[in-house]
């Protein structure tokens, strides 16, 4: 199996510092991050889901999303709640917390050829949409991240779930977060879109 590594990408945003870099393999793509928190205080990560059959914390499931005319974009981050929606209880959300002076290494991976996430797939009604070609060579690729301040209003409460430290954070994290990016120019991945 053969990889090529993009080289170290670097965002920052108030005192945190996102490094990563693309991994190739033949069928994943890989993303190294590391987080360095430089600031006072605590902050979280969405850098992983909770699977809901096994209950592990999963790193391999980047969502996908796609922006013209060549950009492939890998994320992982809170997406913004639904106002018209009614909550019997208040949503939360499980995160990776990085104190103060720490870094946090991790990997995140997403299958290749890269497939548009299900949501982006079909139109507003549910119809296919036929405006994307249904594969794009893209030259571009960019990774987002949510970052999100600790606040007392998250009443974050430490977890361990198989062996992983991790935090529930609860709805005031939508507020507080923020998405880093970083970007690979250059780059060629496929992006399946139907």
């Known amino acids: 199996m053969s ?82 929606i009614a909550w019997s209880q208040p949503p939360s959300a499980y995160v990776t917390k990085v104190s103060p002076g720490e870094t946090y290494r991790s990997v995140m991976s997403a299958p290749i050829p890269l497939r548009l996430s299900a949501y982006r797939r079909g139109g507003p009604n549910g119809e296919p949409n036929t405006a994307l070609d249904p594969v794009i060579d893209c030259s571009q690729l960019r990774f987002d991240l949510g970052v999100i301040s600790d606040s007392p209003e998250l009443d974050a409460r430490r977890l361990e779930i198989k062996g992983k430290v991790i935090h529930e954070v609860q709805a005031a994290a939508w507020r507080h977060q923020k998405i880093i990016s970083v970007e690979a120019l250059s780059v060629q991945v496929k992006l399946l879109t139907k």
Do not use: Q
């Open 3 to 84: 990889t090529a590594t993009s080289n170290d990408l670097v965002a920052k945003s108030n005192d945190v510092t996102l490094r990563v870099n693309f991994e190739f393999e033949k069928e994943r793509i890989n993303v190294h991050l590391a987080v360095s928190n430089g600031g006072t205080s605590s902050v979280f990560l969405t850098d992983f889901v909770l699977d809901p059959k096994t209950g592990t914390a999963r790193t391999d499931s980047l969502w996908v999303d796609f922006i013209a005319p060549r950009t492939a974009v890998l994320w992982s981050h809170l997406t913004p709640l639904d106002p018209n």
